[in-house]
């Protein structure tokens, strides 16, 4: 599986931007869907993931409200739309494969592949 992240940019405080994670090689479809983030000197943290249909979503409680996690399974594809972005929203995010089609994984060693990651800068 490839996973390819784009829609990362520059932007400035509560502006928007939706982040795309298209898939490659195989289907991501039975799968849960995450998303996670870094910056520099800091773990990866867990944004969000959606289940393998969609019909659940989580969210760690800081994104919780601006961020939303979709897909488009016909299109291998997940989606992180993000309102109201602030400063300490900055940094590198990364969609992954989970490694079942169970309902909430958050810990990186739940998931086994990776996409490249996408830098979201915001501006004050």
């Known amino acids: 599986v490839q996973l390819q992240a784009s829609g990362g940019g520059l932007v400035q405080a509560g502006d928007s931007l939706r982040l795309s994670c298209a898939a490659s090689?195989?289907?991501?479809?039975?799968?849960?869907m995450g998303w996670f983030r870094q910056v520099p000197g800091k773990e990866r943290e867990f944004v969000g993931c959606?289940?393998?249909?969609?019909?659940?979503?989580f969210y760690v409680d800081s994104v919780k409200g601006r961020f939303t996690i979709s897909r488009d399974n016909a299109k291998n594809t997940v989606y992180l739309q993000m309102n109201s972005l602030q400063p300490e929203d900055t940094a590198v995010y990364y969609c992954?494969?989970?490694?079942?089609?169970?309902?909430?994984?958050?810990?990186?060693?739940?998931?086994?592949?990776w996409g490249q990651g996408t830098q979201v800068t915001v501006s004050s």
């Open positions: 992954a494969k989970s490694r079942g089609s169970g309902t909430y994984y958050s810990k990186h060693y739940d998931y086994d592949y």
């Open positions: 090689g195989r289907t991501v479809n039975d799968y849960t």
């Open positions: 959606i289940t393998w249909d969609g019909g659940r979503t």
